[in-house]
């Protein structure tokens, strides 16, 4: 078995620990899951910000100064109700990201998607909302990496929502970024009416995709939205 | 202005994705189109780019463009993703015309360098293979210029491709001072002279994917250097980016044994040039035992021989290299040796201040530094001396070993100087490099190329 991201032959030690935990498949090498930093320890109730590391007065209780101010928005005020984030969006996982979604390699979706699987399990849900991706961007990528990993996973995707074309969200600065109408529509294929969501995306960095997509599912009815981020 | 002209730029010579290509693409049948990836009967099928046809490494997604499940390639992926539904552009046009550009260079070859030189020129012209096997040190560079501005006058485009960036960096000052009414064309990751149609393009092996069919001359520099040696689609992308009818010239010091025994046996064209251009013998290396020197630095201590070898020399003023197998023992070793002088530092390949150390140990603001055998090709500090400690590890093959006895002995000022292995039992490795660096000497001495 080949390591999913460097081709590294992956050589299993059998241990405690795989022995009593593994039920999935090994796909990375154990050089490239030790640069995987999992989000653990205090965390910010609702984005899963990382409290280590992070200046005093960015804590606001529970909450990161980006969440209180989102909170404090009437506009945004309990739009979305918690991202869960599993890994630090650290340089290693930019270069794996990059790589998947830029360059287009498919295939780690496998890993991202096993990791989604995991995760999954403690929610209760309705329908899993991948974020969608212009046509534009669409054709240019091939394929939607938020979509793949649900797919990836086993699991259903529900395409409640469109979204205009606009620049990347990774070229734009965080004011822009929240400050810029909404890009997405909503498309009556189901009805999200008191449903629970989950929306599901590769990265959490500012939060406003995640926010400008929740707002939409929120004015359609939807009873709560959260969200499951792979890297923040 | 006719806007085909800047597209054949681009295109000509090339497999380029429509993504790499920064003009609309005009409908003209001198437009090419290569399937991205062939897929062959039996579940078989090969990446057209880069020659991948490990089916572990061509995987399969649902595609959005073409709305199939689409195989694509994983190997050459960091290059843009290439899949079944993808063409490779190239232009089968006219070519753009390449003319004569003078050489303008003013030095002299050596006597070994003219014989190597007038072989490249005699390979260029019939089409053929040769392997320039030139000491390190020997000059390698000038002995193309002639060959190379040959190839320009009989309208040949020609490419110097090498696994290394540093080199690709250091060779395109050099050929664009000699041949300045040309642009030369610049290529490795992240350089931006991608859509110039150049008569000469220096590049990494890496960026040749980018190309088909585009080059009269191909000149591979350090062949032997990591990673082309051990990557199959290196070697594919050299092959691929020559026109079927074209010259192909390796150069390096430390050819491959296979290669030696082909030279050998007559199988393989070859020149050696035995002598560097300064006309004096290669430092031969000497072998000194120090016993299980790996206990002895655990205890914190130094080998005893090679602490005596270090501390004459920093007496003495003279820069050192100290090679060692891994980054661990360089940084075991380091405290130790910086108990003789705090001013003594060590580099490694992932060391972010790789380039600010090499720069102060050439200022001799480091009296030595420790490092692994990233420092074993590409480096020149006059004065030099290297040891190599643990010299039976296996990461010091025999070219390694050449290479690393290769920066000794290379200004005109001190053309000589101490190689010393430190070893814990000779190994075949050691006794092959020093075989190669003495049998050079022998030849040069034969062939008058040096004064003693």
Known sequence: MKCLYCGEMIILAIGWTNLLSREDEVLLCDQCTKQLVPIEGEVCARCSRPFEGLAEEFQKGELCYDCVRWEEHAEWNGVLERNISLYIYNDFLKEVISRYKFRGDYEISKFFGNELKRVIKNLEYDFLVPIPLSETRLYERGFNQAEALIVEAGLNHANVLNRNHSKKQSKKTRKERIGSDNVFIFSNIEQVLGKKVVLVDDVYTTGSTIMHAARVLKDHGAYSISSITFAR | ?452
């Open chain 2, 1 to 452: 202005m006719n806007l085909v002209n800047p597209l054949r730029n681009v295109l000509a010579g090339k497999q380029l994705l429509r993504e790499e290509i920064p003009f609309e693409l005009v409908d003209s049948p001198s437009i090419s189109q290569r399937p991205g990836i062939v897929v062959e009967k039996k579940g078989r099928a090969y990446c057209n780019r880069c020659g991948n046809s490990d089916m572990e490494l061509l995987a399969e997604f649902p595609c959005a463009r073409c709305g199939k499940k689409c195989l694509y390639c994983r190997t050459c992926i960091m290059m843009g993703r290439v899949s079944e539904c993808t063409p490779l552009y190239g232009w089968s046009g006219e070519m753009p015309e390449i003319d004569a550009a003078p050489l303008q260079w003013k030095g002299t070859l050596s006597d070994g360098q003219q014989v190597a030189s007038d072989r490249v020129v005699e390979a260029i012209s019939h089409n053929e293979e040769l392997l320039v096997w030139a000491v390190c040190g020997a000059g390698k560079t000038e002995l193309l210029f002639k060959g190379i501005e040959m190839a320009f006058a009989n309208c040949k485009r020609v490419c110097i491709a090498t696994p290394r960036t540093d080199v690709v960096l250091e060779l395109t000052p050099r050929l664009q001072s000699v041949f300045p009414s040309i642009e030369v064309a610049s290529l490795y990751g992240g350089s931006d002279d991608r859509h110039q149609f150049s008569p000469l393009t220096i590049t990494t092996t890496h960026q040749l994917l980018r190309f088909y069919e585009a080059f009269d001359v191909m000149i591979v520099d350090e062949v032997d250097a990591f990673p082309y040696s051990v990557d199959p689609m290196l070697k594919f992308a050299v092959k691929n980016a020559r026109k079927e009818s074209s010259s192909l010239i390796y150069l390096t010091a430390t050819p491959i044994q296979k290669w030696q025994r082909e030279c050998r046996g007559g199988k393989r064209k070859f020149v050696t040039i035995p002598a560097r251009f300064h006309r004096r013998a290669l430092p031969e290396p000497e072998f000194v035992w120090c016993g299980n020197w790996g206990k002895v630095v655990k205890k914190g201590q130094l080998p005893v021989r090679l602490q005596r070898w270090v501390e004459q020399r920093l007496l003495a003023g003279t820069p050192m290299l100290v090679f060692v197998p891994t980054v661990e023992w360089m940084l075991k070793l380091l405290p130790l040796l910086q108990m003789f002088d705090n001013k003594i530092e060590s580099v490694h390949a992932e060391d972010p201040e790789r380039k600010e150390k090499v720069l102060r140990m050439r200022k001799r603001e480091i009296p030595l530094l420790i490092t692994t055998t990233i420092l074993e090709r590409g480096v020149t500090f006059p004065g030099l001396e290297v040891a190599v400690l643990g010299a039976e590890d296996p990461i010091f093959t025999e070219a390694a070993l050449v290479q690393i006895a290769g920066r000794v002995g290379r200004s005109v000022i001190k053309p000589s100087g101490n190689v010393t292995y430190f070893h814990n039992g000779k190994t075949e490795s050691m006794v092959k490099a020093k075989h190669q660096i003495v049998s050079m000497n022998k030849e040069a001495k034969v062939k008058g190329l040096i004064d003693e």
